[in-house]
């Protein structure tokens, strides 16, 4: 009994630390009718001890201004990936569970690939033991050994967030992970990785940031008439010479408007202790007003096509790069998270409710 007590305590020790450092979170709209700074700590409290979770999401709502009530206007991540969970097996596909092909990289290009869309194309995979494997199961030694690799990118087989992805690449012979002589470095690999031709992209994304491969997160859904509609869209950046453009990297978010393309005039930038609001790229200092994603009806038009190649789920979230010749699909995320999209899209939160909840 004491001991139960103990560790209840400890947790909400541990819950009034995290609502104290969110606390100070920067405001989506400035600091004019935003709450006083005691009644954000109390009702970021109130969540964490509600719905265990303490993500910006509260602040990416704009719950910490005066005129939204933490009780009647806020939408809680776990209950969003809940109702998305229960809407994503479509009424015509109700099983088998076809998320394998989403979760798994090299299943994702080979089903993709074989229905003529543009996607990221294999070159092997690399196991924890740095062996070589071709994408038909052939072994190829090991990686120190291979002279075939110029120009890729490595990334977790089934990984999500970019976590583990590095950059190989060959200068004067030597194969460089992230720039460093492979054989100084030490590869401790947890699970499989694939490892990628790198992507040349189009220059209008690459002066945002050019180390990184930068995306344009685009999510559909498809209805059971088989229809597909793009709802949400935004742009994502590396940051700091990341060769990785996620959010939880330090990378930048700007929301895209899906009927012409256009940047819009604010991003925002998870530094890891706030978010800050950007009228342009903190390091190149491009400027998002007036700035357009390049051929973006022709990225609606790959997204749609790949969608209703894959009409088991109801909604994907596609992270699609743009080259000079086109977009190609990099994944797509059957569990793609709204709080980037919370921020970028003010209406987000009413239009995924109505989505949901209709199936529309």
Not at 32 to 50: D, G, H, S, T, V
Not at 71 to 97: C, G, H, I, M, S
Not at 161 to 190: I, M
């Amino acid at each position: 009994m004491l001991k139960t007590i103990y560790w209840r305590l400890a947790k909400i020790k541990r819950y009034i630390n995290k609502a104290a450092a969110l606390k100070n979170y920067n405001g989506k709209y400035g600091e004019q009718n935003r709450k006083p700074a005691y009644r954000r700590f109390a009702e970021l409290l109130y969540i964490l001890l509600r719905y265990d979770e303490s993500s910006t999401a509260y602040f990416a709502q704009g719950i910490d201004y005066r005129r939204k009530s933490v009780l009647k206007d806020y939408y809680p991540t776990a209950v969003f990936n809940k109702a998305l969970r229960k809407r994503q097996r479509t009424k015509n596909y109700p099983e088998p569970d076809y998320s394998v092909i989403f979760e798994d990289k090299l299943v994702f290009e080979k089903y993709f690939s074989a229905n003529n869309i543009a996607c990221a194309r294999s070159e092997f995979i690399l196991m924890p033991d740095l062996k070589l494997f071709d994408t038909t199961g052939n072994c190829c030694g090991y990686l120190s050994d291979n002279t075939s690799i110029s120009d890729s990118f490595c990334k977790p087989l089934a990984g999500r967030y970019g976590s583990g992805a590095f950059r190989l690449h060959r200068k004067d012979e030597t194969l460089l992970v992230n720039d460093q002589p492979l054989s100084t470095v030490t590869l401790a690999l947890k699970s499989p990785m694939i490892i990628q031709k790198r992507i040349i992209q189009h220059a209008a994304l690459a002066k945002f940031h050019p180390q990184s491969l930068n995306t344009i997160r685009v999510v559909s859904i498809i209805n059971d008439q088989q229809d597909v509609s793009v709802i949400a869209a935004f742009f994502r950046m590396g940051n700091n010479g990341s060769v990785v453009d996620n959010a939880s990297a330090s990378g930048v978010v700007c929301g895209v408007d899906i009927n012409n393309g256009m940047l819009d005039d604010t991003g925002y930038m998870n530094s890891g202790k706030n978010v800050e609001q950007l009228s342009a790229h903190p390091g190149s200092n491009i400027s998002f007003k007036g700035s357009k994603i390049p051929c973006f009806e022709h990225i609606i038009q790959l997204v749609t096509q790949a969608h209703k190649a894959s009409p088991w789920l109801f909604s994907i979230g596609w992270d699609v790069a743009l080259t000079e010749d086109g977009p190609v699909i990099i994944e797509g995320n059957e569990k793609w998270g709204p709080v980037s999209l919370m921020w970028c899209q003010p209406n987000f939160i009413a239009m995924i409710k109505t989505h949901l909840n209709s199936g529309a």
